[in-house]
């Protein structure tokens, strides 16, 4: 009868509920005990802090592409900047990055999850060593810098030399610092620059090619002033490069 027919469907559909509730229950619990990585990059959280007074906490990440390229990421920790945190790293890092066995549909809605996950192990992991943490020196282009009494020319994750350092006339100029070395620095140096350039530590080429400039320009030069090219790099080595070299 009809009566039958409604009374089946009314019981059918009271059983159905606590499964489909179960069901959400399980998939919200999966989701929220779920490890999360990257399917095609490696990240690291470099630094979580307040950036000036009265702005939101920043987090610093550093992500490493397929093809060894290091890509640092500024977020603000803030609701929109998670919400939509995927699409600005990937914009970012010129890369498009994913979460590991999601589907598509849930990358952006899941990728903030996978951001608070990596906060928290780096939380964890320096909770009790805030006190020793080296500071971070952030560097956009290649620069010589001052750390400690010492001077680095910084042009690179894996460009960083010390210079002058056995402060001999036949002593190499430059030495370019091993990992060991880099992890012995007081402070952490980050490089973010766009240009990636490669220097290779070889004086004698670089005395060569100085000296093929000067005798190039002075041969455009009129004779009553060749050695102006020569005057001008001493000129600025006895500016901005005369504590460097000499100290």
Known sequence: SEEDTANTASQAETISQPSQQSNQHSTSQSKADRVWKLKNADMRILD?????????????????LPDGRKKT??????????????????????????????????QNKYFP???????????QEHAQSDVNRKPISEFRKPTVEKIGDKFYFIAGPDEI?????????LSPYSHKLTI?????????????G??????????????????????KMNTMQDPHFISFPLASFCSHLAGALYTIIVT
Request: glycine share 2%.
């Open 48 to 64: 979580f802090s307040v950036p000036a007074p009265g702005r939101a906490m920043n987090i610093k990440m550093e992500f490493t």
């Open 73 to 106: 990421v500024d977020l603000p920790y803030t609701p929109d900047a998670l919400k939509n945190s995927r699409m600005t790293i990937i914009n970012k890092c010129e890369k498009y990055i994913w979460l590991d066995d999601l589907q598509s549909t849930y």
């Open 113 to 123: 999850d996978f951001i608070e996950q990596q906060i928290k192990i780096f939380d």
């Open 161 to 169: 030399y010390l210079l002058n350092h056995n402060k001999g006339f």
């Open 180 to 192: 060991e070395e880099k992890s012995d620095l007081p402070v952490e140096p980050i490089y973010v």
């Open 194 to 215: 766009f240009d990636r350039p490669v220097f290779e530590d070889d004086e004698k080429k670089a005395m060569e090619l100085l000296l093929k400039i000067i005798s």
